[in-house]
């Protein structure tokens, strides 16, 4: 009783909705350099900026939790929340990267439409995060949403070992160094699911808990 008398001191679901919107940002500038063409340098830089300021909300998160007496969850599950969130806008920078580093000028559809099942991804969770501010009420549209994300993330395991197999079979013996570095693009725009499916199962976690 006490606790849910205390004022709380931070506007924590404030940062998380930031941090949710940073990454939907990101997403769309990740699909955007999928594109390729004549901008793409200026949208891998554009999504450097967007990582150093999903960094500097994170931090604000961090902040806040040390700054605070009564928290609107566990402190550990702000952290994870926070933490998985950064974690998502972090990988799609290291995909701009990756793309940056080989001089990627082209990519194949199943890149292009996993990028897409990150924009929904990062959508879902936008839309998630401002129902954790009544979890009771929530949660089961809660739920519904954290299988909907698991959806999404099982479509974009397929897509990547689907592209990786028609990578393998057109690139592999032609040019064995597009094939690697293919590769590894499929495997950040896998981590880049994963990272959205960790922040669901974070709001999980929080709904068993608090619901």
């Known amino acids: 009783m006490f606790r849910k008398l205390m004022p709380k001191e931070e506007k924590f679901f404030d940062l998380f909705?930031?941090?949710?919107?940073?990454?939907?940002?990101?997403?769309?500038?990740?699909?955007?350099?999928?594109?390729?063409?004549?901008?793409?340098?200026?949208?891998?830089?554009?999504?450097s900026k967007q990582e150093e300021e999903a960094d500097h909300i994170s931090y604000e998160v961090m902040q806040a939790i040390?700054?605070?007496f009564i928290t609107p969850f566990d402190r550990s599950d702000i952290k994870a929340l926070s933490a998985t969130l950064d974690d998502a806008v972090d990988q799609m920078n290291k995909t701009g990267k990756t793309v940056n580093l080989y001089d990627v000028k082209s990519f194949e559809p199943n890149m292009r439409a996993m990028a897409d099942r990150a924009i929904m991804l990062a959508k879902l969770i936008a839309e998630g995060l401002?129902?954790?501010r009544n979890v009771g009420a929530?949660?089961?549209?809660?739920?519904?949403?954290?299988?909907?994300?698991?959806r999404l993330e099982e479509q974009s395991d397929q897509l990547n070992d689907e592209g990786l197999r028609a990578l393998f079979k057109s690139k592999a013996k032609k040019d064995p160094v597009a094939f690697i570095v293919g590769s590894e693009l499929y495997e950040h725009l896998e981590k880049v699911c994963?990272?959205?499916?960790d922040?669901?199962?974070?709001?999980?976690?929080?709904?068993?808990?608090?619901?």
Do not use: C, W, Y
């Open 17 to 47: 909705e930031a941090q949710a919107k940073k990454a939907q940002e990101a997403a769309d500038t990740l699909r955007a350099i999928l594109d390729g063409g004549k901008g793409m340098a200026d949208q891998i830089a554009k999504l």
């Open 199 to 211: 922040v669901a199962h974070v709001m999980s976690d929080i709904v068993i808990e608090h619901a």
């Open 194 to 197: 994963d990272r959205f499916e």
């Open 130 to 132: 401002p129902l954790l």
């Open 138 to 150: 929530n949660s089961s549209k809660l739920h519904t949403l954290v299988g909907e994300v698991s």
């Open 66 to 68: 040390r700054r605070s």
